[in-house]
């Protein structure tokens, strides 16, 4: 993954503003190859976190002052930021256009693709990228995915980099930052072979982000509004409980301890509490996994070659053995928890702790960062 840099390379801050938590990371590289220079994190309190729509005034306020404090107290070099975009604030579409000379080829998938977007013209703005060839009909066709925003969506994130006197030089689609996350991990075929087919799940709060890729290269990416508060809403209500001792039960088999309280009825330790909890989060787990198999049977039904060997788990929920357990069964077949920092020195990363969560729910603000270093050794 690291060019050899003569010069310490140090890429923008990147900032992801995700529904659990806020986070901020820079990466630099160097003759060493790439490290994490600087990471903070603030978790969003338990009532922002609960919000379905993170544009609220109070969300607002409470970023603009939990990302001042962090730049200020951390290492992070320079006032410029990259920033991740995904959730309900961004919009999915395929086309399929015949080829032709570039000039055309990108007006033809612009006017396709405000079409299956719904914009209206100067409305809105619009990103793509190449995710194969395909056959329709008898016509060789190339695929593409493009990403939109509204422009309310890009005046509040633009908004909220100026309230902070930064820089923005990147907004970076969620599903184009996870795949930098995993460009080539795992490729262990033999010279000659096809390149494997990958699917990676971003399982968050409140969105799941899949994707498929082959070769390097993107090839569907689907947003489902489920995710972890969606788990913690259902055993709060079946149990009768707060929603942090919800929460907190819920991610039992990753954080042992049960909540502090002397009433608490589900101690650690129990084996009734898996059962329970398996029973409970069965319903949302199968809603989750049928997201998925609509990405693995729209890849196996266009693209040749064999499917992928396993999905890839990444997120703030990735770290919970219990939901693995539950999409393997529901999928059959085999879900690991996504290794995103591969090649990468976790350097300041490490100063965290293991109690500020798994490394998986790191990987937008890192794909965000590797786009840019990908960007800066494509220029040299």
Known sequence: MAATWKKKWISPIALDTGHDAIKLLQLQAGPQGLAVRAAAKQRLPELLRR???PEGFQRYHFTLQAVRKMLRDGRFQGRRVATVLSGEGLDLARVRVPAGPDPQLRAAVLRCAREELGYADGEGSISYVAAGQVRQGHDLCQQFLVFGAADQTLQHRLGLVDDLRLTCTRIEP????????????GDDRSPGAPAPARVVVDLGQHTTTVLTAQGGQLTWARQAPLGGCHFTRRVAEKLHLGWEDAEQLRRRPHHPA???????????????????????????????????LLCLRYHGETFAGKGPRQIVLTGGEAASPLVRRLLEKALQQNVCAGTCFAGVAQGALTALGPADGPLGEWALALGVCLAEYRCEVASC
């Not at 969620?174 to 991990?185: M, T, V």
Request: glycine share 4%; proline share 10%.
């Open 258 to 292: 049960a909540p502090n309280h002397s009433d608490f009825p589900w101690s650690p330790g129990n084996d009734q509490v898996d059962r329970v909890l398996v029973d409970l989060l069965r319903e949302p787990a199968a809603e989750l996994a049928q997201e998925i």
């Open 51 to 53: 919000q379905d729509h």
């Open 174 to 185: 969620a599903p184009c930052a996870l795949h930098q996350c995993f460009i080539g991990s």
